[in-house]
């Protein structure tokens, strides 16, 4: 999706917070903000999604700016199988996920 | 409980030819839909399904036909092969309107 951009890559030195950004300046008020991350020769994996207010769960927390036209994946402490590549995804009616650039994240111990 | 199911893995196919890729998902999913992957980039809407009956175009549509006779299959047909298919091709499955969606383990397919 050429209106979700994400800069195309990250370091982050393990167990230390990683701040993965997304721009998503075209979204549209019932767009639904969603991440994944995917490694190689698999499937993406779920890993947090939100509307408006910020998100957090087991695997990674989401805080979603005020106008909603930007998103921060924040990992708390990066492990070495936190190394993937994660798309930002903007989600529409019917479930149509429209995918961003994708960053990949490098961890180095 | 196996998820999302893709078959053929991988595929080889001539310049012309046509072919179907399976997906399957045993969650009783609502919603399913399919990706292309081409290297380097993210993926890709081709077509996708609010339930069985119903089917619409995504961002990629052209050279793709699906059909959704039952909840659980999505098939994906490809009526006369081209180079430019050449991708990985992902199917996916979710419950409700914007939830988590589940991805199968993708379909490599190259086009000579």
């Known amino acids: 999706d050429a209106k979700t951009t994400q800069p195309n890559s990250m370091e982050s030195n393990e167990e230390e917070p990683v701040h993965l950004p997304c721009n998503h300046s075209?979204?549209?008020?019932?767009?639904?903000i969603h991440w994944y991350r995917q490694l190689p020769s698999q499937g993406p994996e779920y890993v947090i999604h939100?509307?408006?207010s910020n998100v957090n769960n087991r695997m990674a927390s989401l805080a979603i700016a005020e106008d909603r036209k930007s998103s921060t994946l924040i990992l708390h402490r990066a492990t070495l199988r936190d190394a993937a590549v994660y798309y930002c995804?903007?989600?529409?009616?019917?479930?149509?996920?429209?995918f961003g650039t994708g960053t990949s994240l490098t961890v180095i111990p | 409980n196996a998820g999302v199911t893709q078959t053929p893995k991988f595929q080889v196919l001539k310049t012309g030819q046509s072919m179907t890729l399976q997906c399957a998902q045993d969650?009783?999913?609502?919603?399913m839909s399919w990706y292309r992957q081409d290297p380097g980039m993210g993926l890709r809407l081709i077509h996708y399904?609010?339930?069985?009956?119903?089917?619409d175009q995504g961002e990629v549509p052209n050279g793709y036909n699906v059909s959704r006779s039952t909840t659980e299959d999505f098939p994906l047909r490809l009526l006369s092969a081209a180079p430019s298919q050449t991708s990985v091709y992902f199917c996916?499955?979710?419950?409700?309107?914007?939830?988590?969606?589940?991805f199968g383990q993708g379909t490599r397919l190259t086009v000579v």
């Open positions: 995804i903007r989600v529409v009616t019917g479930n149509q996920f429209y």
């Open positions: 996916a499955s979710s419950s409700q309107r914007r939830t988590e969606a589940f």
């Open positions: 399904s609010v339930g069985a009956g119903i089917t």
């Open positions: 939100g509307l408006t």
């Open positions: 075209t979204i549209s008020g019932t767009d639904y």
């Open positions: 969650m009783n999913h609502e919603y």
